[in-house]
């Protein structure tokens, strides 16, 4: 089956940075996981978007007792990277990458 491509795909759409920009389609965490490259790559080739918004951080700096500092960090560092990743090898046009915890 396939899908009507869209223009821009918003990653992170429903939270604080993402949910204040236009876009055709909107994603959250509960929709990808976008800390598994394999998944990243298949949902970015199944849109076909023209353009990405990633403002999908992890929340690196939150206190959670299940997870260090340093492993949030390399979690938050892995989204990034299979993100840029599965847009580089779909021939995604325009990546923006943007978050409020920079």
Same mark, same amino acid.
């Given at each position: 089956?396939?899908t009507n491509?869209?223009?821009?795909l918003?990653?992170?759409?429903?939270g604080?940075?993402?949910?204040?920009?236009d876009?055709?389609?909107? $994603?959250?965490?509960?929709?990808?996981d976008?800390?598994?490259k394999?998944?990243t790559y298949r949902?970015i080739k199944? $849109?076909?978007?023209?353009q990405?918004?990633?403002?999908a951080?992890?929340?690196?700096?939150?206190?959670?007792?299940?997870?260090?500092?340093?492993?949030?960090?390399?979690q938050?560092?892995?989204?990034h990277?299979?993100?840029?990743n599965?847009?580089l090898k779909n021939n995604?046009?325009?990546?923006l990458?943007?978050?409020s $915890?920079?």
């Amino acid at each position: 089956m396939k899908t009507n491509k869209v223009k821009t795909l918003i990653l992170g759409g429903y939270g604080y940075v993402g949910s204040q920009i236009d876009g055709d389609l909107r $994603i959250g965490r509960n929709e990808v996981d976008l800390c598994k490259k394999n998944e990243t790559y298949r949902f970015i080739k199944k $849109i076909r978007p023209e353009q990405v918004i990633h403002s999908a951080p992890r929340g690196l700096f939150t206190n959670s007792k299940d997870t260090s500092k340093t492993q949030s960090l390399l979690q938050e560092l892995q989204i990034h990277c299979n993100v840029i990743n599965a847009c580089l090898k779909n021939n995604v046009k325009k990546l923006l990458a943007i978050s409020s $915890i920079s």
